[in-house]
């Protein structure tokens, strides 16, 4: 292909990922000779402006919008990968799951001992704020996804490795030591 | 001197003695089955069956089958390796195994299979059903949500009057691993320490102390579970 | 509370092997088995809380709260399903106001399901207090709820009893025998004691030779030549055992419910023989709890045999000694498995051993032991008394003997027939008065879905074996969403877990199942449906997991159209719902459940 189009973005996750991405270091400079990148957090474009080849995604959804933004990845790139722990499991946000959504957000804005001053006891209900999910999902549980690459953070090699796999169409050889799932 | 037997595995011709679990036998010829369950010189659970071998065509759990003179083993064949590698998937989904968070990552048994099979993403859906912390005892926490139903801790953490401080409670959805509450008050620091080692994954966790050796260093953190005993007969 | 408790442990002489019987005493004592209780029990035995524990939370039946005054478990098997057992459940909790799994507060009534109770000719059934009730109707209910206001003993909310033996004074329960049609063997005629006597004219040898010659093979299913088993267990030595699994659980059987009622003399007596070929002193009976009722009953035969030395010592002046206790299960399919079943009589968790050693080596109390299903015991006195040859005259080359059918499902009669191993199903069908059959289930659930296209096969261990269950049904019928979901949310109930492939495949095939009949399925869901299944059937330790992937794979095979009907042919599909996903979240903050996509 000629030279792949990039997107990437951060759902329920901590942007480790991507700090994993930068962890490339000077590679990075290789990778923008290598691929182009669009809607991303790398280059702060906003929104999709062109059709994608890849679609990288951290973090698992535990909202509306993070669903809003996953279909959108999916509409948008011809291939989905899943970075890291929460986008493939939930990772820790998905710590929650099991336990009743009521709990949860009573625990984060009335009776958690973090909780500031909330006398009226008001929860968050604007209706332009993203609406919580009943549980954080594994992102291939909603679209779609072709590619996985586990690691909390994944190993900066790893992301290489799988990009340039991606871009040059060469196979890819892993490692034992870049498999992991801390 | 016990009998000798001579078996194959995969191919390959190796002597074991008579009546000797398949899966210690086949350890001491280099090869490696896994295991998850099985602790060498107790009375096996066969439990896990990731060490399911097919022995003369047919599927058996190798930490419940006596080694037989002139028996057919297969091991390493790719239907083996898939059933393996489901079983570690099946057990990731089943239970709640947040490896990031857990103080036995880099140590635990389940995640090294998972590391060995290249386990990318579970092919089938999470269950995350929630089993409670256990967090009574004041040496240990029992964190069910990692119990992977072994029952090491059942047959092998016992005082000296025989009496169990981990037993199954519930059955079939509703089984958990569950701890004698009178019993995990007055364990010693010795019993606890056997408890979290013999543990293969982070289900038993002593309390106070932890993440002591540092990421790199740890048991699988540069080598595949069961290199110690491929390397035997390299 | 606590004396009463102790007087139970002691009079089943303070030993943990008997625990299963203490927990069954004081769950009827005091309708649970309390915390307090179990910690009594703990160190009276001289063993841990999680020990008892372990056995406690393993059966249906133990409960930590008290059930009701009046504790119904309603049976959710399939046939009482199709026979409304829904209508039933609904009147239920309408009348006590609560809903099933629950207990009214004022303690009168608890409602709970529970698995095949072996009534399934006369769906829908419950278990009251241990009494059963059957063909359940909407009014029926409503009487039963008034009669629980008035406070009535269950023993006195039904004047109507069943026929033969249904109506001892001992028994007296409204169940019918249904015996539709009685061959030669364990429905023909029976005279106590006669197999017994000639069995001990004969050496040991002969017994099993005879039994051996007779090709007899077990008749819980799996088939094992029962000379063969006894034969293994004779040749060991020291102290051994004779068990009878009458622990039916394979929903839709029933036959050895009517075997215990109208042949409880030839079971024990079958029993005895298996002691004199063996060399046994000692036969356990394992009695699932569902037939509480026959308690009574059947300790009354025991007592009549031991009168009339059939049991006992020197039994019939020949110097054996041979004598039986009844062991009772407190609810658990698994225990139907062999080595399950010998656990439970040892008080402890139902899971199945593993193997070798076999039971024949080292089964109850680590004794070589012998079990066989109830209708084993009672072809084997037959065999004794007329040969063989004579056997060996019925059935198939490879199939010899009768074999006891339970039908149910949708048919005109359903019941209990004994046939010659060797009936096609269509012979079958008509026989029963079935018509319009879209399938018939063979075995139970852990057997295989059958359409019409092989109603020409074979009842016989060759073609078609079985342990007796075959249900019916109908060509209305919506056979996944009404049968094969609600079989693998009976494995899923069912599997004891201990061995991890069949307890998560379970959960695993039965949300699948669902996502299908949800309408949410594609069609790489069926193979992965199939593929895995085939790994629990290849990992799992015991019969429940090898077979508990059956009712998939066997109607995918067999129904795929109806399958196909219902998956997309996508290459994706998720079974994401947001609408569900954000319904609870939305409510408790308060705001409206809408999403601008």
């Given at each position: 292909m000629s030279k792949p189009i990039i997107a990437t973005a951060s759902l329920a996750?901590?942007?480790?990922?991507?700090?994993?991405?930068?962890?490339?270091?000077?590679?990075?400079?290789?990778?923008?000779?290598?691929?182009?990148?669009?809607?991303?957090?790398?280059?702060?474009?906003?929104?999709?402006?062109?059709?994608?080849?890849?679609?990288?995604?951290?973090?698992?959804?535990?909202?509306?919008?993070?669903?809003?933004?996953?279909?959108?990845?999916?509409?948008?790139?011809?291939?989905?990968?899943?970075?890291?722990?929460?986008a493939i499991m939930g990772g820790l946000p998905a710590m929650r799951n099991g336990i009743p959504v009521k709990e949860c957000i009573e625990e984060a804005y009335l009776d958690g001992p973090t909780v500031g001053e909330n006398k009226e006891r008001i929860l968050p209900n604007d209706e332009e704020l993203p609406i919580i999910l009943d549980k954080v999902y594994p992102l291939h549980e909603i679209v779609k996804i072709d590619y996985y690459l586990p690691g909390c953070p994944p190993r900066a090699d790893l992301i290489w490795k799988a990009v340039v796999a991606l871009a040059t169409g060469d196979e890819l050889n892993i490692p034992y030591e870049l498999v992991k799932f801390d | 001197m016990s009998e000798k037997v001579k078996f194959t595995i995969d191919g390959k011709e190796y002597e074991g003695a008579k009546g000797q679990l398949l899966v210690d036998a086949a350890a001491e010829n280099g090869v490696y089955i896994p295991v998850l369950c099985h602790w060498k010189d107790v009375i096996p659970a066969g439990s896990c069956r990731i060490c399911t071998v097919k022995v003369n065509g047919r599927f058996v759990a190798a930490c419940t089958t006596p080694v037989e003179d002139a028996c057919v083993v297969e091991n390493n064949t790719p239907e083996l390796q898939d059933i393996r590698k489901a079983i570690v998937e099946m057990l990731f989904v089943e239970g709640n195994h947040f490896c990031p968070a857990c103080e036995k990552s880099g140590d635990c048994d389940l995640q090294a299979l998972g590391y060995r099979y290249q386990m990318m993403v579970p092919r089938f859906p999470y269950a995350f059903e929630r089993r409670e912390l256990d967090a009574t005892s004041p040496k240990i926490f029992l964190e069910k949500n990692r119990c992977i139903f072994c029952k090491r801790c059942v047959r092998m953490i016992k005082n000296d009057k025989g009496q169990s401080y981990f037993a199954f409670k519930g059955r079939g959805k509703h089984l958990e691993i569950s701890m004698d509450k009178k019993l995990a008050a007055t364990m010693s620091d010795e019993l606890a320490e056997k408890a979290m080692k013999v543990c293969p994954v982070g289900a038993i966790l002593r309390k106070e102390v932890g993440f002591s050796t540092p990421i790199g260093q740890r048991k699988y953190d540069n080598v595949p579970i069961g290199s110690d005993i491929e390397k035997l007969h390299k | 509370m606590k004396e009463k408790i102790i007087s139970i442990i002691e009079s089943y002489g303070r030993t943990s092997g008997r625990l299963m019987d203490i927990l069954l005493s004081v769950q009827a004592e005091f309708r649970c088995v309390s915390e307090e209780a179990v910690s009594l029990i703990a160190s009276e035995l001289g063993v841990s809380e999680a020990d008892v524990n372990q056995t406690k939370t393993f059966y249906h039946f133990f409960t930590t709260k008290p059930v009701g005054k009046y504790a119904v478990y309603m049976n959710n098997s399939v046939t009482s399903v199709m026979k409304g057992m829904y209508d039933v459940v609904d009147e239920f909790e309408k009348q006590a106001g609560i809903k099933f799994g629950q207990t009214t507060p004022d303690g009168l009534l608890s409602l709970n399901y529970t698995a095949c109770i072996g009534m399934s000719d006369q769906e829908p059934a419950a278990l009251i207090n241990n009494v059963v009730f059957t063909e359940l109707t909407r009014d029926k209910v409503r009487k039963i709820y008034s009669d629980m206001r008035d406070g009535k003993p269950v023993e006195a909310m039904f004047n109507e009893f069943g026929d033969g033996n249904n109506a001892n004074q001992l028994v007296k329960t409204m169940v019918k025998n249904n015996i539709r049609r009685r061959g030669n063997v364990t429905l023909g005629e029976y005279e106590v004691g006669k197999g017994l006597t000639k069995a001990l004219s004969m050496s040991s040898q002969e017994v099993i030779d005879e039994i051996k010659n007779s090709n007899l093979r077990g008749r819980g299913g799996a088939g094992f030549p029962t000379g063969l088993k006894w034969q293994f267990c004779s040749k060991e030595t020291g102290d051994k055992y004779v068990m009878c699994n009458a622990d039916e659980g394979e929903p839709g059987t029933f036959k050895d419910r009517v075997l215990l009622t109208e042949r409880a003399h030839m079971i024990f007596e079958g029993m005895a023989v298996a002691g004199y070929a063996i060399g046994a002193k000692e036969g356990v009976l394992y009695l699932r709890h569902e037939y509480k009722y026959l308690k009574a009953f059947m300790e009354s035969v025991l007592a009549e045999l031991r009168n009339k030395n059939i049991l006992g010592n020197n039994i019939l002046g020949k110097g054996f000694n041979f004598d039986i206790r009844v062991q009772f299960g407190a609810g658990a399919y698994v225990c139907g498995e062999e080595s399950a079943l010998i656990e439970s009589s040892e008080g402890k968790r139902g899971e199945p051993r593993n193997r070798p050693p076999f039971p024949v080596q080292r089964g109850y109390n680590a004794k070589p032991t012998v079990i066989n299903n109830v209708e084993t015991f009672c072809s084997v006195v037959k065999i004794i008394e007329n040969g063989s040859a004579w056997y060996r005259g019925m059935g198939t080359e490879e199939s010899a003997g009768t074999k006891l059918l339970s039908i149910s499902g949708d048919c005109k009669m359903p019941g209990v027939y004994e046939i010659e191993w060797g009936m096609t199903i269509a012979d079958m069908l008509q026989m029963v008065g079935a018509e319009d059959v879209q399938a018939v289930q063979v075995a139970g659930p852990s057997g295989i879905c059958l359409p019409p296209s092989q109603f020409n096969r074979k009842i016989a261990i060759e073609d078609l074996p079985t342990g007796g269950s075959m249900i019916v049904i109908g060509a209305n019928r919506d056979l996944i969403k009404d049968v094969v979901l609600n079989f693998m949310e009976f494995f899923e109930d069912e599997s004891c877990g201990s061995c991890v492939t069949c307890r998560s495949f379970n959960m695993i095939l039965r949300k699948q199942v669902k996502k299908v009949v949800d309408g949410r399925g594609i069609k790489s869901d069926l193979d992965n449906m199939l593929a895995w299944g085939e790994i629990m059937r290849k990992t799992s330790r015991c019969g429940l997991g090898q077979t508990a992937s059956n009712p998939v794979s066997t109607t995918i095979k067999n129904f795929l159209d109806l399958y196909n009907a219902r998956v997309k042919d996508a290459e994706y599909q998720s079974d994401f719902d947001m609408h569900k996903a954000i319904e609870e979240s939305c409510e408790v903050v308060g705001r409206p459940a809408n999403i601008h996509e």
């Open positions: 996750g901590c942007f480790g990922c991507h700090m994993s991405i930068l962890d490339i270091d000077d590679r990075i400079l290789q990778l923008i000779e290598l691929v182009e990148f669009n809607k991303s957090p790398i280059d702060d474009i906003k929104t999709f402006t062109k059709q994608c080849d890849i679609g990288i995604i951290e973090g698992g959804c535990c909202n509306s919008e993070n669903v809003h933004v996953l279909k959108d990845f999916r509409k948008n790139c011809k291939i989905l990968i899943s970075l890291g722990e929460c | - | -």
